[in-house]
């Protein structure tokens, strides 16, 4: 397909097309004359990708580089999937998304997590609560995840505020995400190119996640009206 046809069926306008291909995002399509190139379905599912990354993911055009290589280079799904994971914010924390280098480095520790590495502990009480959790659950995590920094300083936060979850607590929390965990990935079941598997991955952090904390929500507001209403004891 030309590049008009390929700007059509992706809706990314033929400007950005050829911004992503100067870039180094996008691969060159084939050459049919001096200034016209062909292109394959294989680019149509790169540019859907790499609009997922930018504007559903917010990354920048390096951080979109370095989780598209990492996805090239991943073996197998736990990569592909770890290289987008890590690369998107951390939720409730300030952290900067990946800098050069950083998404393939951590996408290699998810594979390690994968080949049953065990969680580094992090400094501080909440450190140790988080270490203690995902040994109990049996998570392979590795301990240099963002994820387990995130959580960390979360509970830190939580604790400054006397808002501390109490014992027990935090794990029930943690086998119901870990239900939800189950029920994003049995969503890409069959669905074995990484590039493919990264597309959904995005799809699914960047926009499933606020749907489910709003379903929560709902759910947290059902509950208020009951318990005023004096349905639930």
């Known amino acids: 397909m030309k590049i008009s046809e390929l700007s059509r069926q992706t809706g990314v306008p033929v400007a950005s097309i050829k911004y992503f291909l100067r870039q180094g995002l996008l691969p060159a399509g084939r050459a049919t004359a001096a200034t016209l190139a062909e292109y394959g379905e294989e680019h149509a599912q790169r540019l859907r990708l790499i609009k997922a990354l930018t504007t559903l993911g917010g990354l920048s055009i390096a951080a979109t580089r370095d989780v598209l290589g990492a996805v090239d280079q991943a073996h197998g799904a736990e990569g592909a999937l770890g290289a987008v994971s890590y690369a998107l914010p951390v939720p409730g924390t300030a952290r ?72 027990g607590e935090l794990a029930a929390y943690a086998r119901l995400a870990e239900s939800v965990a189950r029920l994003d990935l049995e969503r890409a079941v069959g669905i074995d190119d990484p590039v493919s598997l990264a597309e959904r991955a995005v799809v699914v952090l960047a926009v499933c996640a606020p749907v489910f904390e709003l379903l929560r929500r709902l759910a947290q507001e059902d509950q208020v009206r009951r318990r005023v209403a004096g349905d639930t004891p």
């Open 96 to 167: 900067p998304v990946a800098s050069p280098g950083e998404v393939a480095e951590r996408a290699e520790g998810a594979e390690r997590a994968e080949g049953g590495e065990g969680v580094e502990r992090a400094e501080g009480v909440e450190g140790v609560e988080v270490a203690e959790l995902l040994a109990a659950l049996e998570w392979q995590v590795p301990g240099t995840s963002p994820h387990v920094q995130g959580l960390t300083a979360a509970l830190k936060e939580l604790r400054r505020l006397d808002a501390q979850y109490a014992p």
